[in-house]
Nanobody
């Protein structure tokens, strides 16, 4: 199971970006995959990793104080996609954003895991 974040870029202070996270994989049927809680993290060079937001399969959300009120997290379970709408961006939001997800794969063996993906860079200019 793999994740791929996209949608980053350069934006000016106060601007908006929408990040996407796609779940992919091979060697199994997606009908056998249950993607549970999904997360957005951010981490820049020399910075501590910060949990930005999370969303359960049922749609319950949680946000870091730094993101609450400005960011919205959503997902499309049918498409195995997650999104992060970021508004009123600030220079301190500049970071590499990663998505990950808890999953259960009901294959020949039941596999419980957490998948990570490559990040997408968000740069906010002042």
């Amino acid at each position: 199971v793999q994740l791929q974040a996209s949608g980053g870029g350069l934006v000016q202070l106060g601007g908006s970006l929408r990040l996407s996270c796609a779940v992919s994989g091979s060697g199994f049927s997606f009908n056998l995959l249950a993607v549970n809680t999904m997360y957005w993290y951010r981490q820049g060079s020399g910075n501590q990793r910060e949990l930005v937001a999370s969303i359960t399969r049922g749609g319950d959300t949680a946000f870091a104080d730094s993101a609450r009120g400005r960011f919205t997290i959503s997902r499309d379970n049918a498409k195995n996609m997650m999104y992060l709408q970021m508004n009123t961006l600030k220079p301190e939001d500049t970071d590499v954003y990663y998505c990950n997800a808890d999953y259960i794969l009901y294959n020949d063996d039941v596999i419980v895991g957490r998948a990570w993906g490559q990040g997408t860079l968000v740069t906010v200019s002042s």
